[in-house]
Every structure is written in structure tokens, then in C-alpha cells.
């Protein structure tokens, strides 16, 4: 992976001309999306030898949601929450030449990525040997690649196509004197020394000319257009979704450099022990108590009070009762730092370079993207943020390069929850690695098949009757 980056303002800037629409549309680029096209699926590596329970699958979700009985107005509140480990699947697919935006002098020619994503918790159930899987996520949208951008200057033919020209006006001769034919520049008022006013067009002021009234030009000039201001986008990347539940997201966002190098070289770099205890990046907000304020080294078990019946005498002000359940999790300590995955998967990988991208819904700056909910989400759990983060990955593997997606995506729902009638923002968190199909290991690749594909497992005919291949730990009933 090379040659990334994001448009300037010292960049040289490209005129577009009719007669090359259809090879610059053909030319569209797609910057770090294109690296992007293919279909990617869960990838399973537990690479962390001190959490007790292997991993079933390559992701982890958290997610936390009003409890049954409660509404809107209700303290103080209750909340349900879940941890599950998921597979999926992630399709891009480049759409085919660039998608025009006209903006006047400035033209943006977009590399549009359609996405489709699919995703099935995995889950161990009481009494049943087989793991169960269930459908839980379908969205679909596109990212756009937002740095084809173009001067389109005016042309006498796009003039006198467009919008025709008034060849004279009888407003311009009685009011300021102008016997010209159409007017395509300003007319400036200047003074004599007697203070007798007069108009004269702006190409014939002299230098240093005092000026006191502007009469903007009517029509355009050929050439028009040329001069800027030219158009730097905000963000080099967007991306639209539909997710079934009732939202609608755009994110906007770039790569991010370090230094002056977009592609970065080694692994990304995730913490250790106490400094990974960050409210950034915790299923506990900052506005569900913090887990009773103290610091918690997750590389190490969970503090013993996690297990312990929690009272008004050892929880006062109940914020470790708040959190609890969610540090007692059998998922633990993903269930608290979900990203700690990521990391965890990365531990044990020849990492040599990646592309870093970051977007979100909310901007501090500048340009917004935003979230629409539909009516029910809107009054009982308000979606109002989603940020997201994409490491794409080159790892060495037996001497081979493969190429790897890792995300966390963080959506906040926000709820009256406090005891204090405060409202309370509850993170969503969803983590994963993927890699293309035939980079996954085989046991995991019949699991991600049947489940996606519709591949059946293996049978052995015994009679009439087709039976699943014996010690397959994966076969459904």
C-alpha cells in the first residue's frame, strides 16, 4: 500500500474541460477506498493467553439499552446490557467511473465504494454442545472518496448557453452612464476634485484609485472562475449507511497522518495495564459513574468488589452497582474496552505498515455529518453520535503480505437515566478484524461459509440418509 494522502491547498489544481468528461470520469480514484474492494470476513486469533476463555469469534459488541418497565423520564434507571462475540461479513464494491458533482468553478468527481455488512452474534447456550449463531446487524451504503476536485472556468459558449446575455441595459446607461454591451465586470463609482461622481468599469481604475460605491457585473467574463477561490474539502472520506433499526448516518473524516506519512510503518499501537483505562474508548461512559472512579488495570482480574452483593454501605451513591455487570462479564476485559481485541490480535502478528483513517457524525470543526432517527428511536433511545476507526493492515505471514481490516465503531444512545435526572450517554461498541476468505484459517473458513454462503458442511452418506461429517464442532442441527 502507497501513494495516499489528501488534497491541499498547494496542490495543483486540475481544469475541467467537456471534452475530457469521459476520461477524467473513467480516472475517478477511490485514494485508500480502492484497497478497500472484496469481500472480508471474521478473523479469529486469541493471542492473549491471561483471558481464561478462547475466543469463539473475531468480533465483540457491547451494548447497552433501556430495561424493560422503563421509559424516557424514569429514576432511577435500569439498563439492560450485552456482550457477544460476532462474525461477518463485509462486502465493497467499487462503483465504476467517478459520480459528478457540479458545483459552478468547482467540480467534484467522487470515488463511490458501495458496502454491504452482515453480522451474526456467536453465542455458548446452556445444554447445547453446538455453538449458536443469529442474525443481529444488516447495514448498507457508501463511502466516498472526496479529493477529485477541478476548476471549471466560464467559456463563451457556456455563457451564451446557460443563460443567454442581455446585450444592453437601459438600467446600466440611466443610472451609470455605461453605453457598453453586457456589463461583465463591476462598475466602480470615482470622484473628479470638484466631488462630481461618475462610473467607470473596475478595469479602468487607476492604481491607488479611490472608489465609494461597487455595481456588481450582471454577466460573466470567459475565464471567469479561474481565479478561485478554489474549493478544499473539509474531509477526504464519507460514508452514508441505512441500518434497519430506524437510523441513517453520514460520517466524514480523512486518513490521519503521523508526521507527513499517511502509510505508517510497524503496528498500531494500543495500551497496557492502567493506561488502558480510557473513557474514550470504555463501554462506561463518562456519565455512568466510571466504575466508582478508581482506575481499573484490565490486563489483570477484575477488582474483587466486581463480584461482591453490593450495598449502600460498600456502594455508596451507587455507581459501582451501575456498572458492575458490565465488569463481571464472561467476556471480560473486552467487555469493558472492547478494542483491547484488537490489540490483543495484533500481539501476536508481523505487522509492517498501515493506513489509519478516522471519521464520525460529529465534528468538533467545520464541516458535520449527522444522524436521522426514525420517530420511536428519537423519543426513546436517541442515536446522537457515531465515531469510527479503521486501521487497514499489512501483515507478513510465512513470507507472504496480507491484508487486514481492524474498526471500532462507537455509537452513543442517550437516555434520561440518572439519579440526579441527568441524561446518561451509553457507548455501543462494536470491534473486529477481517481478512479476505482465503486468508482465514480453514476450520474458521466452513464456519464463515455455512453461515454466509450457504455452503452446507460436509456429509457422509450412510444409506439414503446424509449425515454431518463426524467431529465437526460447528455442524447446526
Known sequence: MSGYSKLLIDDPVMPFREENLQEIAGNVDYGVLEALDGTWVSYNANYNKNVGEASLAGGIHTTIMPSPGTNSGTIPGKFSFDCEEYIEKLTFSLVPGGVRNRGGASELFCGAVKYEQTIKSVNKEAGQQNLQYESIHEENGMYLWLSNVYNHAATKESIEKDRGIHAFSDEDFEKYGYKGEYRDEPLVQVKDENGTPSYILLSDLKEGQEYFEIIPAQELKPGDGIKGPYFIPDYSISRSGVIPHGSTITLLGDIAPNGNHYLINGAPQFPYGLPAWQTDHLSISKTMGGAGHEPINLDLPAP??????????????????????????HLYPYSVRPDLRLRDTLSGQN???????????????????????VPFVNRFVPTVEVDFRLWIETVIEDGKEIIQLQYEQIVFFEFDFGNDGGTTSWPHIQVNTLRRLEDIPEDQRKVIEEQFFDKKPDTIATGDTANPAAGCPYHKE
Open 304 to 329: 474483587e468488589w466486581v463480584h461482591e452483593t453490593l450495598t449502600d454501605k460498600n456502594d455508596e451513591g451507587s455507581n459501582k452497582i451501575y456498572t458492575q455487570r458490565i465488569l463481571a462479564d
Open 351 to 373: 505487522v509492517s505498515n498501515y493506513v489509519f483513517v478516522q471519521m464520525s457524525s460529529k465534528m468538533k470543526t467545520g464541516a458535520q455529518g449527522g444522524i436521522l432517527n
